[in-house]
């Protein structure tokens, strides 16, 4: 399984609006590329959206195919235009 940690900084006044995008047009989506959300949260004081999302195949495989699918291109409005910063790395575990 690969995880990776996404770390956002989303611009100020639109958490809500972002939070609802994702949970209805991104979280579906990459389940249906083979993804799992395996946990969200919101630091309010920084205005950081941060997940971990995993995928048992080829991570960058699956990933590239969610971006190029029809249906990312259709949420509306685009999920990133809420980013005014981000930061995506890979994680593992540190729990044996």
């Known amino acids: 399984m690969t995880i990776q940690l996404r770390r956002y900084v989303i611009h100020k006044n639109q958490m809500d609006e972002f939070v ?17 959300v395996l946990g969200a949260w919101i630091t309010h004081d920084r205005n950081e959206f ?5 995928h048992d195949g080829n991570f960058a495989a699956a990933d590239a195919a969610y971006y190029a699918s029809p249906e990312r291109g259709a949420i ?9 910063k981000s930061e995506v790395t890979l994680a593992a575990s540190a729990v044996p």
């Open 50 to 54: 941060v997940w971990l999302v995993a």
């Open 76 to 84: 509306t409005p685009n999920p990133s235009s809420f980013i005014a």
């Open 20 to 36: 609802k995008v994702w949970r209805d047009g991104v979280v579906p989506l990459r389940k249906k590329h083979g993804f799992r």
